[in-house]
């Protein structure tokens, strides 16, 4: 069974940057769709960004309008991780964020089309 395991959350300021890590196991994890959400209190879990299995078109990336253009996913599939650089942060990025394996061959950003996920880690934004 694939498990993944987030790390790297914490506290940061307002206009901080942070980068919280996801690592998956198994052996075929460079097949996998990853992405990551967000679930804030009182919130339904939300669409944060996804990075495709590889090809030999390279990655392709997709993020929620409210992130795009501050944070960046990526993978280092020989270490079976998936990367959430997250930048110019602001308190509304305030959620446990969680990562999510789809092994199938069609990405989404909706939470059921992903297969496997991790238990979170908490991102606080402070203003």
């Known amino acids: 069974q694939v498990q993944l395991v987030e790390s790297g959350g914490g506290l940061v300021q307002a206009g901080g940057s942070l980068t919280v890590s996801c690592v998956t196991s198994?052996?075929?994890?460079?097949?996998?769709?990853m992405g990551w959400f967000r679930q804030a209190p009182g919130k339904e879990r939300e669409f944060v960004a996804r990075i495709s299995a590889r090809s030999w078109r390279g990655y392709t990336t997709s993020y929620a309008d409210s992130v795009k253009g501050r944070f960046t996913i990526s993978r280092d599939n020989t270490k079976n991780t998936v990367y959430l650089q997250m930048n110019t942060l602001k308190p509304e990025d305030t959620a446990v964020y969680y990562c999510a394996a789809s092994t199938g061959t069609v990405v989404t950003d909706t939470p059921s089309g992903y297969d496997y996920w991790g238990q979170g880690t908490q991102v606080t934004v402070s203003s």
């Open positions: 198994g052996r075929t994890f460079s097949s996998y769709a």
